[in-house]
């Protein structure tokens, strides 16, 4: 029985360092700055983006920037998860007073896919606030 016990513990241990290992190194694929590509809305064929839009991720934080002819500025930001091979979450801690979203501190789920050599990341998500709640978008970034 004590055997048996060891042996789970032991078991339970291994799998918790494999999904440790793989979220730090899907985390560690995030890290760099991108630029949105295209991007386009309810299953629409994409549209090539204007430059400009660029996204952040380094360690747990990402920042989001739209370079302007009057300058750079920071969108939003904050803290983002890998929940999974598919999932993670950003955590907006700030936003520009023009844009909507939810409560600043809130979680806001997206769906991601790399390519296979890392280069290109495509994200999904569905608004949930503001007048445009329910849109869902699709966003390829690449990455510089």
């Not at 899907?26 to 549209?47: S, V």
């Not at 920071?74 to 979203?101: C, K």
């Amino acid at each position: 029985m004590k055997s048996t016990l060891k042996l789970t513990a032991a078991l339970l241990c291994l799998q918790l360092l494999a999904i440790t290992a793989f979220a730090q190194d899907i985390q560690k694929a995030f890290t760099g700055i991108w630029e949105l590509a295209q991007a386009g809305a309810n299953g629409q064929a994409l549209q090539n983006s204007p430059p400009g839009y660029l996204k952040i991720f380094n360690d747990s934080t990402f920042a989001n920037v739209q370079v302007r002819n009057t300058g750079s500025v920071i969108s939003h930001g904050g803290r983002f998860l890998v929940n999974d091979s598919q999932n993670y979450t950003e955590t907006a801690l700030y936003r520009l007073p023009e844009m909507t979203g939810g409560p600043l501190g809130k979680g806001f789920h997206l769906k991601y896919l790399f390519s296979e050599d890392r280069k290109q990341l495509t994200i999904t998500f569905t608004l949930e606030s503001g007048i445009e709640s329910g849109i869902a978008l699709t966003e390829i970034w690449r990455r510089l």
